[in-house]
């Protein structure tokens, strides 16, 4: 037998009402199942009575018609019973599908409320990081000039000699910071002129004239954080680490391959973006063709 079960308050009211009008509807349809029954069974006994008391009419103390009239009514109800179960009542009717349809719409309102603050999350976001990028003080440079296989150096010196990438470079790093590890401070003659030489070194007494010693990348640029634009100027090991914190690249790259022992790391395309960049060919001052070329890091 179906028993109405009470429904658990976490369900969803929208739910509830439906489980509501499911059960509401098998009950009625239980009760009219248990009326026809009944019904059918008092109809069958009322003829069967009717037919026996015809046959024995003149013992019987009354008129024998009553159980015909008696079947006929009991049909008659359970005729309106099945027109008011299975003809006039509309299991979801219009109240209901007005009240789900309200429902519905509301929901929809909601999570559209929802899609609008997500977008103007989003768009603040977006804003907010192109804010950063205008407005963002320093832009952290790594200057490099590397051949077409990443070479950079073999024992501690440099490979070439290109007189016009020695100029840009003094050109561009003039007055700021150029940001250096310990063996390339050391390759040189002695601290780069105009600059604030920066020297990076894990080694705790190591001392250098015209340079400050800091003994990580992070110091290095923390000390640098004032300056609008500080270099990391190498070398292998240094300019590795320096990727993830530079902003834009300065390459030449020199179009041949060299024998080396330190190497520029990979550009990685997905990250970094070309926006710029100068063709030079070999002549009688530069040895080898080579390109000025300006990454930028890609923001998200
Ligand atoms: N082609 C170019 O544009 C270019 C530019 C610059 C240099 N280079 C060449 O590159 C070569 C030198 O590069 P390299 O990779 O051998 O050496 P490097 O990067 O110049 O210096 C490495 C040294 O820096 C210090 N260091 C590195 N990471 C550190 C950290 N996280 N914390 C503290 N100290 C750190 C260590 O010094 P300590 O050992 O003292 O602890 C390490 O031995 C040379 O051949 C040079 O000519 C080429």
Aim: hydrophobic fraction near 45%.
């Amino acid at each position: 037998m179906f028993r109405k079960r009470k429904p658990s308050s976490a369900i969803d009211p929208q739910q509830l009402s439906l489980v509501e009008y499911a059960q509401e509807r098998i009950a009625q349809k239980t009760w009219f199942h248990r009326h026809l029954l009944a019904s059918l069974f008092l109809i069958f006994f009322a003829l069967i009575a009717n037919l026996a008391f015809e046959y024995k009419a003149e013992f019987m103390p009354f008129n024998t018609k009553w159980s015909f009239a008696l079947a006929t009514l009991l049909g008659a109800l359970l005729i309106i019973h099945f027109l008011r179960v299975y003809v006039f009542y509309s299991f979801m009717g219009n109240a209901w599908e007005t009240q789900q349809m309200e429902f519905l719409l509301e929901k929809q309102a909601l999570k559209v409320e929802k899609l609008k603050r997500n977008m103007d999350k989003e768009a603040a976001l977006k804003a907010s990081a192109e804010w950063e990028r205008e407005n963002q003080k320093t832009n952290i440079t790594m200057i490099a000039a590397a051949a077409e296989n990443n070479a950079l150096g073999k024992d501690n010196k440099l490979i070439w000699h290109l007189s016009d990438d020695l100029k840009r470079f003094k050109n561009l790093t003039k007055g700021h910071h150029v940001i250096m590890g310990r063996k390339t401070f050391e390759s040189m003659p002695k601290a780069l002129p105009n600059r604030t030489n920066v020297v990076i070194t894990r080694q705790k007494d190591y001392t250098a004239d015209d340079a400050h010693i800091v003994h990580s990348l992070e110091a290095a640029l923390a000390l640098a954080q004032e300056d609008e634009q500080p270099f990391i100027i190498g070398g292998g090991e240094i300019y590795r680490q320096g990727l993830a914190y530079a902003d834009s690249i300065e390459l030449t790259r020199v179009h041949a391959d060299f024998e080396a022992d330190t190497f520029f790391p990979e550009i990685d395309p997905t990250k970094w973006r070309e926006v710029w960049r100068e063709n030079r060919d070999a002549d009688e001052k530069h040895q080898h063709a080579f390109s000025f070329i300006r990454y930028e890091k890609i923001k998200a």
